[in-house]
């Protein structure tokens, strides 16, 4: 399997598939945290280019005998309010966040689909759903991205490629923690969630396996909120 992404989700997931016996190739392109992965295949590629991502797609079909996994957990932030938002702001995170997905999906998808057998599992966000301040472009990416994951599920179901979607509220990572850090913020959202406190990066890596395993055959074009019950309220 493909795990997309080397940073707080992205790793827990990958030592969650490899601590399952699963064959991962992990790219990112922060060559340090692929470092922490010592003795697991990986590539450092820039995902927002084609040619990142088939490099990327080639790797592991090429070193671990084919490619039946796809995780996406790739992603930027930047929180700004609209009237702010620079051009280049915005280009970036689009980018980063949804044209990387199109771009891995599709690279992944023509082996899977060829296959007859695939999973793809992308990192979605509460932030899909909700109209969180200073979050345009952030936002924007993740509803554009499960529009994304469904017509690639509608596209590729009759050939066994499922495409999902898991979508956390706040979980303490890179990309969360300075923002958290910042007084009454980490106080402000755990007050926001019913079941009292932030996510971890744990609670991500049960869904993602669900969706990657054969048992989901059946679950296709899904968001699945993993969220404490942050979008209930
Ligand atoms: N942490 C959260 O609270 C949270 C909540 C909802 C959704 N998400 C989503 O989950 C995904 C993973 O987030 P995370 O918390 O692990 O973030 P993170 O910052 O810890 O990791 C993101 C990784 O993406 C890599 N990356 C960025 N641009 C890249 C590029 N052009 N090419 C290759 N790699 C690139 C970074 O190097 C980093 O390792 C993101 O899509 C994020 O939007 C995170």
Redesign the pocket.
């Known amino acids: 399997m493909l795990v997309?992404?080397?940073?707080?989700?992205?790793?827990?997931c990958a030592e969650a598939f490899l601590q399952a016996g699963a064959r991962v190739l992990i790219?990112?392109?922060?060559t340090e945290?692929l470092a922490a992965f010592a003795g697991t295949a990986s590539i450092?590629?820039?995902?927002?280019?084609t040619d990142?991502c088939e490099q990327a797609v080639r790797a592991a079909r090429t070193e671990l005998g084919g490619l039946d996994v796809l995780v996406?957990?790739?992603?930027?932030?930047h929180r700004v309010p609209v009237l702010d938002t620079l051009d280049e702001d915005w280009d970036r995170i689009l980018?980063?966040?949804l044209s990387?997905a199109f771009r891995l999906g599709r690279a992944a998808g023509r082996i899977m689909v060829d296959a007859g057998y695939g999973r793809q599992i992308?990192?979605?966000?509460?932030?899909s759903l909700l109209a969180h301040p200073d979050h345009g472009p952030?936002a924007a990416?993740?509803g554009g991205?499960n529009q994304l994951v469904r017509v690639m599920a509608r596209e590729w179901a009759a050939s066994g490629v499922t495409v999902n979607a898991?979508?956390?509220?706040?979980?303490?990572?890179?990309?969360?923690t300075a923002y958290l850090d910042r007084p009454g913020v980490r106080e402000h959202y755990t007050g926001m969630v019913p079941a009292g406190r932030?996510?971890t990066?744990d609670d991500l890596t049960g869904p993602v396996l669900y969706l990657a395993s054969r048992q989901s055959a059946f679950v296709t074009g899904h968001v699945l909120y993993v969220d404490g019950g942050r979008t209930l309220v």
């Open positions: 997309a992404g080397a940073g707080g989700i992205g790793a827990a790219a990112d392109q922060n945290r450092a590629a820039d995902l927002t280019t990142g996406h957990a790739v992603g930027i932030n980018d980063v966040n990387s992308y990192c979605s966000s509460v932030s952030y990416s993740k991205l898991i979508a956390p509220g706040y979980v303490e990572t890179a990309l969360t932030l996510g990066v």
